[in-house]
Structure formats: C-alpha cells, structure tokens
C-alpha cells in the first residue's frame, strides 16, 4: 500500500513536471484542491456581486416612473424627491465643513509636521478610531451631542455635523496619501527658488494631489449617500424636504429603510433600492476614472 | 557688483496673501492647518466624553453585573430589566456566522486576485470588489429581506428572520474588507520568496498557498479582525434580516431570530426616554468599548505585518 | 573677489557628522566644482549654501557660510536668500505645468504681476538658457512632455528667471545622455559670465572641461581644493591623486 502510493506520487512528479504548470489536469490532488478552492472563492464573490447588483437593478428599473419624483410626498405616491433633495442637503453641508478640515489637517500632517512626533501619532490614533467608530455610535453620539445637548434635535444641522465627523478620517487619509504621492523634487523646485512653504503647498503641491483628493471626496460622497444609522437619529427620517438648517426630513437611504421596514409599496422600495445602487455604481467609476490622472 | 540686502522682498497681490492679508502669513497658515488638525482628536475626546457620561451611570444604576451578564430585556417592565446578555451573544453569533462564511471565501478570492488572475480579470473584478464595498448596508439589507430570508425560509426551515440569514449577508458585506486588506498583504511578500519556493520544485499553488500566504499571516489576520469589526458595527442590514428578538438563544437555534447589540439602539432610540434611553446609550457604550479594543487588535496585527 | 566664504563649518544630520572643519573661498564670476566618491559631502555642502538643508529634519550645521560677506545662517530671509541663490537639482525637475508658467512661477513668486514684464523674463530666460528657439512655440505645452535635456536646460532658465547672484548646480547631467550633457556644459561656461556657478559632479571629465577651481571631498572632509589645472596635474594630497587616476571611487 506504502509503495503503491509512493509509486503513484512519483508518476505524478514527472507527469507534473512534463505538463505546464497552468494545466489543470496532471496536477498532485493538493494543487488540484487548492486551484479549485481558488476559483470556487472569486466564483462565489463575483456571484455576490452580480446576483446582488442584478438583481436589485433588474426588480427595480421598471419601477422607477415619473412619480417617483414627484415634488410632494403623499401615502399614495411614495416619491423619492424629498429624500433626494435632503440627500443633496446634507451631502453639501457635510462636505463644506469636513472637506477643508480634512484637507487642512492632511497638508499639516504631511507637510508642516514634524515625522514620528507626539502629536502625528495622536492625530493619527484619533484619525484611525473615528474610521473604525460604527455609524449606529455615531448616531447615538449626534442625537446626544447635536440634538439634546445643543439642543438642535433632529435637524439638517444634526445631521451635517454628524456625518462630517464621520467622513473626516476618509478626507484626510485619501488627502495625505495624494499629498504623499506628489515628488519631493517638486517641493525643493519651489523652495529653491525661493518660495515659502504656503505658496510652495497652495501653488506647487496640492495643484498635483488636486486628482487624487477628488478622487477619494468622490468615494466619500457614497459614503454620505448610503449612511442610514447615523442619519435617522440626527437628521430624522420623516418624508418632506427641509426648509431651514433646523428643519428635519431624510435621505434616500433613510427612505429606503422606511420603505422596507413598511413593506407597504414594494414598487418603490424596489426602485429606491435601484436609484441608491445606480449612484453608487456612478460615483465608483467616476472616482476611479479619476485617480487614474494620478497615474498617468 | 551691487551689494543686495538679504532683506524681505514686499510681494504684490495674491489670494492667498489677500486671504491672510496683515498676519504673517507662514505663520497664521500654519496655524490654520495645526488648528484643523486638531478635529479630530476634539471629535474622538467629544464622542467619548458625551458617550460614557450618559452611558456609564446608567450601567451604575443597573449595576454592572445585572446588566452585562442579565439575560432579560425588559425597558417597558415596572421596574424594568435592562439585560443585554441576549444581544452580546446575538451580536456574537452573527459575527462568528460572517467570519465563517466571508473569511474563506474572501482569503481565496484575495489570493486570486493578488496570484492567480490574469491581468484582463484583473481590471474587471478590482474595481467589482470596490463596488461590493460602496454599496450601502440598506440596499443589502433590502437584497437580504427580499432574497435572502425567503431562501433560507424555503431551504432550511423558520420563519427566515434568523442568525443564519444575517451571518450570510453579513459575510457577503465583510467580503471587500478581507479581500482588500489580504490582497494588499499577498502582494507585499517579496517575490523572491515565491521564487525561492518554485526553485526548489514547489508548484505555483504550492509555492502560494504554503510560502507565500503564511508569511502574509498578519496582514490576513489584520483583515479579519477589520472584517469582525464591521460585522459587530453593521447596523441596518442585520436589523432588516435578523429577527430582532430580544431573547437569549443557543447556538443550534441558528434558524431563529436574535437581536445584536446594534440592532437594539436602533430599533428603540427613537421612542425611549429616560431610564430606557440612558441604558439604550450604555449599550451604545458596550459597543463602542468592543470596537475600541477589536481596533488596537487591528492596529497590533497591521503594525507587525508592516515590520 | 570671493563669492562665499565658509569658515569652520560642521554639519550633522541627528548624530551623524557628514561635513568635518570645512573652510572653503568661492571666488566670483567663476565655476568652481566639487569632485569626490559619493557620499563625500558634496551634495550635502551645495545645499548648505542655498540652506536647502534646513528641509532635512535633524541637521544641524556649525560654523560661518558668509554671501558677500553676510552670515546667511544669521537671521536673515531664507526665502530671500534662495532668490538669489539659485539651484539646479540632480534630476529636471519641471513642474507639472506648462513652460511658460515654469518660468513665471519664480517671479510671480517675488511679486511679479505684469503680464508685459512676465513675458520679457520668460523670454530672456529661456533666451539665455540657450532653449528659446526650441521651445518659443511650445510655450503652453505641458514642461512634463519635453526630453530629459530640455527639461533640464528648462530648469537652468527657471533658476535664471528670479536674476540670482549664485547659480548651485547639483550633478545636473547625471540623468543626462551625452548630448545633452555637452550642451548643458557648454552652457555653463557661458553663464560663468554672469553668474558665480558652483557645481558638484561625479565625473572628473566634466570638472576640467568646464570648471575653474576644483575641491576633493572624502568622507565629509574636504582634502583639497585649487586651481582644476592643478588639482589635477599636481595634486599634493596622495588621497586626490588616487582618486583622478581611478585608484578608487
């Protein structure tokens, strides 16, 4: 028995060594094993994708009609339009107040801090714990903090700030990396002939990250749109646009769970789910179309 | 020859000069930039700061005890009982039910993408993964409710609101996370290890799956202390497919519902108040403190796979 | 007429001392090059002259550099001083706009607005950086898409736009092929008229073709420094002599 298989795993070395390594057949069973594992692995994820992609686009595209963006929001026709508009509201607010603090903390870590100092690392620590902080805690802290304790309850205000604090570690990250990626010969050009280190920033530097910052505001503006759990606490989830800073509504991920949670019109739960998915498949190609300038 | 002073030259206009006009310029920017930089460390300080002073007198009232190890979740009860036992262990189970059925499949997609595919599949299947990580946890929670809990129903046996459905989708939503972070490690082993391995007659899966992989052991880790991370924060989508039922369960009752952690802050925060709000927030503080410590997990693992 | 006087300088990066008890006299309106295997200083010395080292965390530097007689260590304009003295990096290093804006970017930095006078330096720099007629049309194409050479002649003409005193050149024809090389050569011998050029090279050929005075450098200590013509025909230090016949280095 010994011998035998011994016998039979000498046939396959040569057998195997004989036959190009990519062939299927002639491969030892623990090669085989391992090379069908592999493809069952990407097989089941590209699964996930399409089946989940498919199928939300397909169930949904014939649903989404005209009244879907009516301007008012009634029980009979569940339009999306207030949650649309109160996407875009707080998609702006949130960028106005995290897109210069994150950008502005980049360009001092990377450009104006000392490397490896005390303050980097804390920076850094606190940069890398708001990243891993679930949304749900970040709602719990809005509702909290922007809510009762500043009293602006459920509000656009709420909710803006927020979501700002949430996307800020993905602003400077994305920012610091850009800021990295731009050649050092370009900083001492600049200062060689004399320029200081704002104009060589503002002028030099961040004109070469501007591709890559863009790119990764892009990515975070998918973030802002598909946030829910952050979002029902802050801004609320009630179907209406907001008419001032500290008026309420919600955000076409809210209305998706609303719509769901109902069941009532699976029609536009369908078609919500669609249009959520259309824009983020939109804002992915269109962040990756840009960072490709940074490569080339 | 002249001699020119090495005085200060007095630039004209420009806007970043005009922005900051009457200061020293250098100066004031750098202190703009410091002063920004400084947000986030006030944002980590306000979170915890509002979140433990809210949520850990409650946890004293309750006690701590009858609290992290009660299992009965009773906020409307007089007096009420504010166990969260049920939702630890809930949270539990539908994070290890993730881990099993995202982490394999993720690691062997990981070392597709990093080994095994041709550049043509390459430049599809990366920017699908990234995709697979921007949709929003709603729309796989709506996918979840109206495709996957049917199947599990059908198939398995319950009412499809169960532990299993939300450890599959929750497994499907870590897949970019472990995929992402393993590749990255894969690809940061030197070649000349692989090489190593094939010179002395390894096969190419050989040389990947018993050289290659094991020395990108930390970085793999890394991934899937991220992956459980994620899998204990996510919130919507495992409240749309989970049942949500506040009781303790065993194990084998994989097929009935369980409530996790942060299903329990989102379903009741927007009506409690009171005593029931402030344990609602000390639950938000449980979770917290886990993601915290799963986070310098995380942190431990990257630092020694970058060394 | 000396340029620069150093007197006694060290220089250290953290705890590693890289430049030992330096006195040099660079004299004016002349090309003085500084030779050595590398890693000898003589980058390091270069960049202490326009204090491109302040950059570089840790460096700390002891002793005199005096411009005209002026310690430009001693509280004065950095950016003032760089103005005037100007540099040329080892590898071109145009910016990531066009030709036009490479030049200006110098003078809009001091304060140059007019549109008019913007376009007579660009000229003349170009002009004078011998790159002119090949570029005159190209003025708004991207700097990125010019050879190697040009760019590096385009660098020269972006040194030459804020009118320094002092021209630091750093191995600018290390990354060059040799046609390029000649005529970035050639046109240092031309700008020697106008500007005090101080270039460090690894290539002895180059350092007595163009150069007037030569300094050795070994291991952050400067062993010699003379007349090219002497240094290389009678070195007095046994160390020099090994290193222009090709002993080591």
């Given at each position: 028995m010994e011998n035998l298989s011994l016998g039979l795993e000498a046939v396959e070395e040569i057998a195997s060594l004989k036959i190009s390594n990519r062939k299927i057949m002639g491969r030892k069973p623990m090669d085989f094993f391992l090379f069908a594992f592999t493809w069952l692995g990407i097989g089941i994820t590209a699964a996930v994708l399409l089946f989940v992609v498919g199928y939300v686009l397909i169930n949904g595209l014939p649903h989404i009609r005209p009244s879907l963006f009516a301007v008012q929001f009634t029980t009979e026709n569940q339009s999306l339009f207030p949650a649309l508009m109160g996407t875009l509201m707080i998609l702006g607010l949130a960028l106005v107040l995290a897109v210069p603090l994150g950008i502005f903390s980049a360009i001092f870590l990377v450009e104006y801090a000392t490397r490896g100092s005390r303050f980097v690392k804390i920076v850094r620590l606190t940069t890398e714990t708001l990243a891993g902080i679930p949304s749900i805690v970040y709602g719990l802290f809005g509702f909290i903090f922007f809510g009762v304790f500043l009293g602006w309850g459920l509000s656009l205000m709420s909710g803006a700030f927020t979501v700002s604090i949430m996307i800020l570690p993905l602003i400077m990250r994305t920012t610091e990396e850009s800021l990295k990626s731009v050649p050092d010969t370009y900083r001492e050009?600049?200062?060689?002939?004399?320029?200081?280190?704002l104009r060589t920033v503002m002028r030099i530097v961040l004109p070469a990250a501007t591709p890559g910052i863009l790119a990764g505001i892009i990515l975070t503006i998918g973030r802002i749109i598909g946030e829910t759990a952050a979002i029902i606490f802050t801004l609320g989830n009630v179907a209406r646009m907001p008419n001032h800073l500290f008026d309420t509504g919600r955000t076409l991920s809210a209305h998706m769970y609303a719509l769901a949670n109902e069941g009532t019109h699976p029609g536009e739960a369908h078609a919500t789910a669609a249009v959520l998915l259309l824009v983020v498949i939109l804002i992915n190609a269109l962040s990756s179309w840009i960072a490709k300038f940074v490569k080339s | 020859m002249g001699q020119r002073p090495l005085g200060k030259a007095e630039p004209n206009w420009s806007f970043e000069r005009w922005l900051l006009r009457g200061f020293?310029?250098?100066?004031?920017?750098?202190?703009?930039?410091?002063?920004?930089?400084?947000?986030?460390?006030?944002?980590?300080?306000?979170?915890?700061?509002?979140?433990?002073?809210?949520?850990?007198?409650?946890?004293?009232?309750?006690?701590?005890?009858?609290?992290?190890?009660?299992?009965?979740?009773?906020?409307?009860?007089?007096?009420?009982?504010?166990?969260?036992?049920?939702?630890?262990?809930?949270?539990?189970?539908?994070?290890?039910?993730?881990?099993?059925?995202?982490?394999?499949?993720?690691?062997?997609?990981?070392?597709?993408?990093?080994?095994?595919?041709?550049?043509?599949?390459?430049?599809?299947?990366?920017?699908?993964?990234?995709?697979?990580?921007?949709?929003?946890?709603?729309?796989?929670g709506y996918f979840g409710m109206v495709v996957l809990v049917p199947f599990v129903r059908n198939h398995f046996g319950g009412n499809g609101n169960s532990i299993l459905t939300a450890s599959l989708l929750l497994g499907m939503m870590i897949l970019p996370t472990i995929i992402t972070i393993s590749e990255s490690a894969i690809r940061a082993i030197p070649q000349e290890m692989y090489g190593g391995a094939v010179a002395l007659g390894a096969s190419h899966e050989r040389a990947t799956f018993f050289v290659v992989l094991p020395a990108a052991k930390s970085g793999v880790m890394a991934s899937i202390v991220l992956g459980i991370g994620r899998a204990v924060g996510e919130t919507m989508a495992v409240r749309m497919v989970a049942g949500n039922q506040a009781v303790m369960r065993m194990p084998h009752e994989f097929l009935l519902g369980a409530r996790t952690l942060t299903s329990n802050v989102v379903i009741e925060l927007g009506y409690a108040y009171g005593d029931h709000r402030a344990a609602l927030i000390a639950t938000g503080v449980v979770l917290f403190v886990f993601i915290l410590l799963i986070n310098a997990l995380f942190g431990m693992l990257k630092k020694r796979g970058d060394n | 007429m000396n340029k620069f006087s150093i007197k006694n300088m060290n220089l250290w990066y953290r705890d590693f001392q890289a430049l030992h008890g330096i006195n040099i006299e660079i004299p004016a309106h002349?090309?003085?090059?500084?030779?050595?295997?590398?890693?000898?200083?003589?980058?390091?010395?270069?960049?202490?002259?326009?204090?491109?080292?302040?950059?570089v965390e840790g460096c700390r530097i002891e002793g005199e550099i005096l411009l005209d007689g002026?310690?430009?260590?001693?509280?004065?304009?950095?950016?003032?001083?760089?103005?005037?003295?100007?540099?040329?990096?080892?590898?071109?290093?145009?910016?990531?706009?066009?030709?036009?804006?490479?030049?200006?970017?110098?003078?809009?930095?001091?304060?140059?607005?007019?549109?008019?006078?913007?376009?007579?330096?660009?000229?003349?720099?170009?002009?004078?950086?011998?790159?002119?007629?090949?570029l005159k049309d190209r003025l708004k194409k991207s700097a990125l898409s010019l050879s190697g050479g040009q760019q590096q002649r385009l660098c020269i003409a972006r040194a030459l736009s804020v009118q320094p005193d002092v021209l630091l050149m750093d191995e600018p024809t290390s990354a060059l092929d040799p046609i390029s090389t000649a005529k970035i050569e050639e046109l240092t011998i031309k700008l020697k008229k106008d500007y005090t050029i101080v270039i460090v090279t690894h290539n002895m050929q180059q350092?007595?073709?163009?150069?007037?005075?030569?300094?050795?450098?070994?291991?952050?200590?400067?062993?010699?420094?003379?007349?090219t013509e002497k240094l290389f025909s009678i070195p007095k230090d046994k160390r020099t002599e090994d290193y222009i016949t090709g002993r080591f280095g």
């Open positions: 050009g600049s200062f060689g002939l004399g320029a200081g280190r | 020293n310029r250098e100066f004031a920017a750098k202190i703009l930039f410091a002063t920004s930089a400084c947000a986030a460390i006030l944002a980590v300080g306000l979170i915890c700061v509002f979140l433990f002073i809210q949520g850990l007198p409650a946890i004293g009232n309750i006690g701590i005890f009858n609290f992290l190890t009660g299992t009965e979740w009773r906020p409307t009860w007089t007096p009420p009982l504010f166990g969260i036992l049920p939702m630890i262990v809930g949270s539990l189970y539908i994070t290890a039910g993730a881990i099993f059925f995202g982490v394999p499949v993720g690691i062997f997609t990981a070392v597709f993408m990093a080994k095994f595919c041709p550049r043509f599949v390459y430049v599809v299947l990366k920017p699908a993964v990234n995709l697979l990580a921007g949709i929003p946890s709603v729309v796989y | 002349q090309i003085t090059a500084f030779i050595g295997p590398s890693g000898c200083g003589k980058s390091t010395l270069i960049k202490s002259l326009n204090r491109m080292n302040d950059l002026q310690d430009i260590y001693g509280g004065i304009d950095v950016n003032a001083l760089r103005k005037r003295v100007g540099m040329v990096f080892q590898k071109p290093n145009p910016f990531p706009m066009s030709v036009y804006d490479n030049i200006a970017y110098g003078p809009r930095t001091h304060g140059i607005k007019s549109k008019f006078k913007l376009n007579e330096i660009v000229e003349k720099s170009l002009y004078d950086a011998a790159i002119w007629d090949e350092a007595v073709r163009i150069s007037d005075n030569t300094g050795f450098f070994l291991l952050g200590e400067m062993i010699e420094y003379s007349d």
